[in-house]
């Protein structure tokens, strides 16, 4: 299981579907994926004609927005309440906060039974969890230092954390696959974490390291399965 089967199984069995991927970059995912209507947001797409021509293929609509999420939510109200999103997948600015406002902001618009995936959940070492403020940012801070991989997961991690801790109302956890694939839905969790703002934001790498299943709610690929039946159970609005 990855991003790409995750988003595709929880489309699949929607009437006209509205698909939202913060964070476009080449394409990779966005071009494999259909819905009725699809939204790309990234300040800075880098898709090529071919691209742009397989991810068109796969919708009725599809709207491009090059510019932050957080303008795009506060441009693109309107067209937001005309069109509710099923399905998000949010890979954009890899920090903290900046998920959780993605996150808090995209659940204005999901419908009752919509779900939402992040990506870059699960940092599997500290380095790949280094908070910055950008891929290049991140990279120039390793300059002259042996770099592992080129992963970059930041602190997004810190988000499920968040979710967990503030947000009774939704369901959250991350699937163990793909660099940590959070999940997030409408609905009452199996459990929650206690953590106020402060104390999540002085996590560390080494908390997460000592205690990742608990803190991220960490789920095999399979309860895929099980997430989406409970979320089709919800009505829809
Ligand atoms: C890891 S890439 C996305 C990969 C893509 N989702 C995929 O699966 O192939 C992250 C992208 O987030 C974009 N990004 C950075 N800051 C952003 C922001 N504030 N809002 C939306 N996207 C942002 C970057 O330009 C970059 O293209």
Known sequence: ????????????????????????????????????????????????????ELADAGGRETHYFETTSDAFFEEQADFLVRHPID?????????????????????????????????????????????????????????????AIGIWNGDVWKAIVHLRS???????????????LGFVRKGKPESTLPYTVQQVEALTYADLKADRKRLLNLKSPRYVGEFLKESAGSPRN
């Open 1 to 52: 299981m990855n991003r790409i089967r995750a988003v595709q199984r929880a489309l699949a069995s929607r009437p006209k579907p509205v698909y939202l991927e913060i964070g476009v970059s080449r394409g990779q995912a966005f071009q494999r994926i259909s819905a009725d209507v699809k939204l790309a947001v990234d300040p800075k797409f880098n898709l090529t004609a071919r691209t742009r």
């Open 166 to 180: 503030t947000r009774p109302d939704l369901v959250v956890g991350v699937f163990k696959c793909d660099q940590g």
């Open 87 to 147: 399905v998000a997948l949010i890979d954009g600015l890899h920090t903290y906060e900046q998920v959780v406002r993605d996150v808090e902001k995209t659940l204005r618009y999901l419908r009752d039974d919509g779900v939402i995936f992040l990506h870059d959940c699960n940092p599997p070492f500290e380095l790949a969890g280094r908070r910055a403020e950008s891929w290049e940012a991140h990279m120039e801070s390793q300059k002259g230092k042996p770099l």
